[in-house]
């Protein structure tokens, strides 16, 4: 069985690992890492060579991913990509499978250029809400254009169903990071601390990503996180990984170095944790402040509270340790006090099922044994 997997960041990479470090152990299974976007960046840490390192298959890379975040360089860069693509599947559109993770631009590009080729398309995390996003438009497209869906909740299901008309091939497995997320090995935090120059001590763990529906309001939303994070780090440490190549990131990119700049023994900006380190620092963290997924899909199983920053991850299926707050300075520091008087958060993941990986591989491998009996 040959099986593809289209891998464009360090998000998705890890969210994929669990189930790549299973597949790789399977004799008649052979894995080709389809690597593009942030992952061939410099400015994103080169993460290609993480996953030449990990070697669960061989490497193909393909390039086009945008140097700048303007609007119209996200644009061009899409269509560069779907060129390339174009390219890639006519020389390899025969693998039984190809996975397809989340909702990103680029990932979308890459499987729409396969859509002529008739490539089995196997999407992950389809039937999601995220209304300040851009990534809604491209998880659906992705959605009409996969042939299996592992989605993480059962009203994700019902989206999916409610999408493509049918309710055949749609499973909900659970998030595929949260695999065996209970016993879980993470290296401990005193040696990813030092790893990454990161001094003793409580610390917030931040991730803020634009918001890509409404691109004119994120100048101003960069200078108040900057506010925000300037006052808070008077008295916790904060820890802030970069953002992604979404429009107008480089907006709070240069935010946080500015930040670092100013209060260099305040501020750590870290560029690539690696899915491990990350949720070490995670569950070593007092809480999250940003506007990322993992926010929303995996700091509960850490037991942590999450203030969720404005309307990127509008819709989504949310625990009951998700603080909502918008982009204004005085709410922030607020919402930082009140979970600075809570204890850790007890209330369990929505996102969370037993046994995620195994599944997902006993369903490919049912449905290709009775394809080719």
Known sequence: MKIGVLTSSRADYGIYKPLLQ?????ENIDLTLIVF???????????????????????????GMPINDEVIDIARGYGELIINFSNYWKQFSSYDYVLALGDRFEMNAAVQAG??????FVHFHGGETTLGATDNIYRHQ????????????????????????????VYNVGALSLDNIDNMKLPLWENVRCK?????GKFILVTVHPET?????????????????ELLSESTHIVITLPNADAMGSLYRQEFFTLKDNYPNRVSLINNFGKENYFAAMKASEFLLGNTSSGIIEAASFEK????????????????NIIDVPFVIDEILQAADNIKSKRNYKGGNKYYKKNTVNTIIQILTKKWTTKNI
């Open 22 to 26: 299973k597949l790789a152990l399977i």
């Open 37 to 63: 976007g942030m992952h061939l960046q410099e400015k994103h840490a080169y993460t290609v060579s993480i996953i030449k390192k990990d070697n669960f298959g061989e490497v193909h890379e393909v390039e």
């Open 115 to 120: 859509i002529p080729f008739q490539v089995n």
């Open 142 to 169: 992705i959605t009409l254009a996969s042939n299996i869906h592992f989605v993480a909740a059962e009203n994700f299901k019902n989206k999916v169903i409610d999408l493509i008309g049918t309710s055949d091939k």
């Open 196 to 200: 990454f120059s990161i001094p003793e």
């Open 213 to 229: 529906m409404y691109i004119d309001s994120n100048k101003n939303y960069s200078k108040v996180i900057y506010k925000a994070l």
């Open 305 to 320: 509270y999450v203030i969720n920053l404005g309307d990127r991850q509008a819709g989504r299926l949310r625990s009951a």
